[in-house]
């Protein structure tokens, strides 16, 4: 992989005392994309229910006005979630490029210098990966060109992101990264600024 000589220390050599941060940025990650899509009805938006089931007295049985009370199968759902939930979390700006470093300095091991020369094609992206021997899950880092969209949109394990859009998520999950030498440039100009 990498010579960890020619990578930024002040990037991928910074002191992880633990895993708290990273955890809250991976969760803050995956609460934000989250969509409050489930919703259930409650008793006065299920259909049905206007007769009263029986009579009140005289029956021996409990009193109900509506089968669908809550307590009824079929009934409406209380407390239950209506679409407005709102599951984000918000971590500071600081605290995020804390992040991005601490999980940059975990996979340092795994991260590959390289430049993918592209004209588009899938075929030519396979190879570079095959002659350097990466397989699985693999995070590649670089200017977004259009050739270079085109030629990994078709790999399953294969995932672009331009380096303003690095995130905790993504670098962790990667088994191997490969970052191009201009890409190292602006994520030291990014993140590297503060000690």
Do not use: C
């Not at 990498?2 to 940025?25: C, G, R, T, W």
């Not at 020369?117 to 190879?127: F, I, L, P, Q, S």
């Not at 078709?154 to 859009?165: D, H, K, Q, R």
């Amino acid at each position: 992989m990498a010579d960890k000589a020619k990578l930024p220390s002040s990037v991928f050599a910074v002191q992880v005392p633990n895993h708290e941060l990273l955890k809250l940025a991976y969760d803050a990650y995956l609460a934000n994309s989250r969509l409050a899509s489930a919703t259930t009805k409650q008793r006065g938006e299920v259909r049905g229910g206007g007769k009263k089931p029986w009579r009140q007295k005289g029956t021996g049985r409990a009193r109900f006005g509506s089968s669908r009370n809550p307590i009824w199968r079929g009934g409406g759902i209380v407390f239950g979630p209506r679409g407005n939930e709102n599951y984000t979390k918000k971590i500071s700006k600081t605290s995020k490029k804390v992040a991005l470093r601490q999980a940059l300095t975990v996979k340092a091991d795994n991260v590959m210098l390289a430049d993918i020369k592209t004209t588009g094609k899938t075929a030519e992206v396979v190879k570079f990966l095959k002659d350097n021997k990466l397989n699985r899950r693999i995070l590649i880092v670089a200017e977004k060109t259009p050739e270079l969209i085109r030629a990994t949109n078709n790999i399953s394990e294969v995932l672009l992101v331009s380096p303003m859009y690095l995130n905790v998520f993504d670098i962790l999950n990667a088994d191997h990264i490969v970052i191009a030498p201009k890409a190292i440039e602006a994520i030291e100009n990014w993140l590297g600024g503060e000690k």
